[in-house]
C-alpha cells in the first residue's frame, strides 16, 4: 500500500469521551506519519492504486491520506440500532466503489450498500446473516 501500513484502533466503552482512530505508518522508517480520532471506527480498507484509505465510523465513512491532515467525509450516517448497523468496509479500485457491510440487527439477513466513491449510492443487496468482510 505505497510503503504505509495502515492501522484502526478502538476506543474504551469503560471511558466515554475516549475517542479511537487510524493511524498511518511508515514501514520503511518505522514511524506514524499522521494519524485521526474518530467516534467508533469499525473498520478500514485501503485502495490498492491510490494509496487512499477508507474508514467506517461513528458518523459515516471519510477519506484519509498520509498527506492531508483532514479527513475528507464521504458518506454521512449514523446507525440506528436494531435495524441499521453499519458493520464493514470494502473498496473496489478498478471499479471506484465502497461496499458498506450493513448486519441490520445481526439475526436478520443483512445488506451490502454500494457506493461511488464520491458517496453517491448506487444499489443495495440483501445478503446472509451479519456481512463484515469484502474482498476483491
Known sequence: FHGNVWICYRHLRSKPDSLGGVVVYDAATHSIKRSWKFAA???IAVDKLSGICY?????????LSPNIDQPLRIISHSSAPPNDIWYGLGVSPSRQRLYVCNARSY???GQV???????KL???IDVG???SVIAE
Open 41 to 43: 471506527p469499525k473498520a
Open 55 to 63: 474508514v467506517l465510523h461513528g458518523n459515516g465513512v471519510d477519506e
Open 107 to 109: 439475526v436478520t439477513n
Open 113 to 119: 450498500l454500494i457506493y461511488r466513491t464520491d458517496g
Open 122 to 124: 448506487e444499489q443495495e
Open 129 to 131: 446473516v451479519n456481512p
